[in-house]
């Protein structure tokens, strides 16, 4: 297949493909459930108009070339007609849009003796959305119950991080759960080759030098404490965390390491932009694969994770923009089911003590 050929973005909408698009922007990634996708045509339209017929909440798959990226729905569709064109901007979603945007409800609202994935399949069965679990979730939740408001994201959101997965959408817009940063990408990237632009931002404005996590025992008699440092600042920064729930010294030594370390991997964020969609095997540039980056110029020669990639074609070509941080920044940790309630005998946060 010729590279425009494989290039070409299609929008396929209850049995038709819509093809010929001149501008397009298409984002996907781990780091958000939910990717987007803006397409345009900007002169006017072959054939009749009148027969393309797209519009607001159609069901669409978006594709690049054979390669399917998006599977939701129209969002906007824009008509405009002048002298010399009749354009049509068409935006849209992923399909689990709908779970980030609409309120769990489910009869009776509670489950016991149910894994992550079943729980979460019940939530996402009225929007047609499958749920499959590609990294093991751990033991089943003796109850849980969906909290009053809350929107289905959150309800799975919060399950999940008691797990230590995290929620993804996939192509066919259905939801994963995965543990980040297994697959390699097969590939490098590298300036003077691959890499036609780079960005590398180094933040310390979350990062902290010492980590102190403090919690309660279950039975109120002992004030168990863990400590964690980051060696990559110059300067005392210390930050004090109170895990609420009942603690113990493993589990509050696994929270600190937690925040120290992804926290200073969201603190290296590295944009690199590549010429055209992808990559020397001839595959589409794809969110979570850890690829080495070779850019001695302006700091990185490290493997990283790229975490959302963003497709854009324009007047000046076809360009691919990759986010990318180190894979740590993505680390999932089990967090414990908070406890149903203090005993008596646990004193409040305030007498923990000093720093």
Known sequence: MAD?????????????????????TVSVGIDALVGHFQIALSERWPGDPDQWGIEAGDACQLFIG????????????EYAL???RHPLTVSGMEKTIDLTDCSAIHKPGSWKGRKLEQIAADLTAPFSIGVKAVASTGAVFATFALQQGEKVFEAIDRMARQRGVLPVTTAEGDLQLIVPGQQAAGYSLELGQTIEAITFTNSLGERFSDYVLKGYSADGATRPKATEKDGGLGRYRPL???????STPANLAARARHEATTRAGRG????????????????????????????RAVGIEAELLIYAVTYRRDETGSR???MLAPK?????????????????STPPLASLGEF
């Not at 425009?4 to 397009?24: H, L, M, N, V």
């Not at 004090?240 to 009942?246: E, F, K």
């Open 4 to 24: 425009a050929e494989q290039d070409q973005i299609s929008i396929r909408i209850g049995g038709k493909i819509f093809t010929g698009w001149k501008t397009f």
């Open 66 to 77: 054979e390669d399917k990226v998006i599977t939701g729905w129209v969002d906007v569709a």
């Open 82 to 84: 002048d002298a010399e």
């Open 240 to 246: 004090l965390i109170v895990n609420d729930d009942h």
């Open 268 to 295: 290296q964020q590295v944009q690199i932009t590549v010429s055209g969609f992808r990559d020397g095997g001839g595959e589409l540039y794809r969110a979570d694969r850890r690829v080495p980056v070779k850019a």
């Open 320 to 322: 691919t923009e990759l």
């Open 328 to 344: 740590e920044a993505f680390g999932q940790l089990a967090i414990p089911a908070p406890a149903k309630r203090r005993r008596k």
